[in-house]
């Protein structure tokens, strides 16, 4: 797929969303609206909300049912829908008597707070509409009312989230920023410029408009004079982290990002200082999980990571998890007690087999892998410690199998080996040290002769041919075995 056709993707994409949008308007005089509370400008959350489109799937209660709306909505919010978002944390909230299997405090929050932060909750329709407490009244008809609604469904959103803050541990509240992280991070560049905004003084607690912000300050009081909510702390103002999430978004090949990273360094001299260590931090940077989210939540319905492959590269690197002897993948299920013992080729696993482990993720249970769910597999594994999946994993963001080449997620993931003892992980980590790779690893000639010293001493003998060797291991073709039903130790390649 070609740079113009990603953009016509792209702009088909908002095309659809502004649609919907403005067709939401055009319904909300017909629905009645919203009704203003009182003199303060905002709205009753217990009144009626924008109208949404009716679900594709009944309301009943049933589980099956329960888990596929559920599924439907994570993947429309994961895709950055405002009113998804909402449903979505409305649901972990458990505050409705038929989703209380659902109840997830951490989860709810995580959806609230992306709810608030996306531009599609505040951005305003027509150019006419005038910002906080005035929001729809320089604008006439159902566009101006459905910026009514949009209000208040943001301060709904936001004294529920202070609600659920309120009662969290900091770490609690660590796990829902690491999930909104790797949510907007799974987004491309527009995530990226989402979270430079959420660390922004310059911005509201939600990355929004200061005048925009749901957060109503006392009158005659500023609301920077008042204790700030526990939603505005949830992220710490800072400049650095401004400067890396728009230097990602800006290497993701994002105008937009290009243009705020340098707004940001021409705003003060200070700004400017920060380039070097935030860009250093930036190319080690990787997202909170590996994957949404890294453990089995305990309410029986999978939090399912509705994420996709961003762009050309991501699919086609997807493409080529063929490369990757099955084996690992066997090997992956078995550590995850999928499969009773390794196995070598994908036909000794039943429809059986591929089905539980497509249930642990939360998708649909069809029997056959897909390519995605093989990169899963192994991802699976190395996040709960497989030292053979983290070696895996490690050569394939190297290599760029099943995933976009990323050497500071190879880094990482070498590093997770290492610590286990991996042989192969503390020589490749050795040669990121003496070469110093794509400003991941600084040269360190020390650091680098005490990890070769270290490789040999746990059986492995660094040479550059066995490196190159461990690095194709996931490249190379299969070949014919000499019985399909041999196993492999869990301690390595073969």
Known sequence: MTAVQEASLAARRWGRRALTILSMAALVPVMGGCEPRGPGGHFAVAGPACPRPQPTIGVAPQFNAQEQEVRSLRRQAFHGDFFAQLDLAKRYSGRDAREKNLDDPVEAAAWYE????????????VAEIEPRHGIGRGAIGGAGRYNDCREAERVGAFESLE?????????????VRDRVIYVLSTQGAPGFRT?????????????????????????GRDLKDLEPPASATLFTRNDVDVYLYNYLAAQAGDVAGFVMLKDFERSGPDRAALSNDAIAKARRWVPPYEFYPPKAPETGVPHSDESDPQGEVGNIALTRISELPFQHIGAALAYLHVIPHPVAYDHELSTNDVSAFQAMLGRPTSGVFSPLEKVRAIQYA????????????AVMYAEGVGVPRDY?????WFSEADKQGSAEAKYAMST??????????????????VYQIDSALSGFKPSAQRLREVLAQVARPVRPG?????TYPEGGYR
Do not use: C, W
């Not at 500071?408 to 990482?412: E, G, K, L, N, V």
């Open 195 to 219: 979270l430079a905004r959420l660390h922004d003084a310059a911005f509201g607690p939600f990355g929004d408009p200061v005048e925009m912000t749901p957060v109503d300050p006392h009158p």
């Open 114 to 125: 992306l709810a608030l932060s996306n531009p599609d909750g505040y951005a305003p329709i």
């Open 432 to 449: 990121y040290f003496s070469l110093g790779v794509q400003g991941v690893a600084d040269q360190d000639k020390a650091a680098a002769v």
């Open 163 to 175: 609600r659920l803050l309120n009662r969290m541990s900091s770490d609690e509240r660590q796990d």
């Open 482 to 486: 000499p019985d399909p039903r041999t």
């Open 408 to 412: 500071a997620r190879a880094f990482h």
């Open 382 to 393: 190395a996040v709960n410690g497989s030292p053979r999946s983290q070696l895996t994993l």
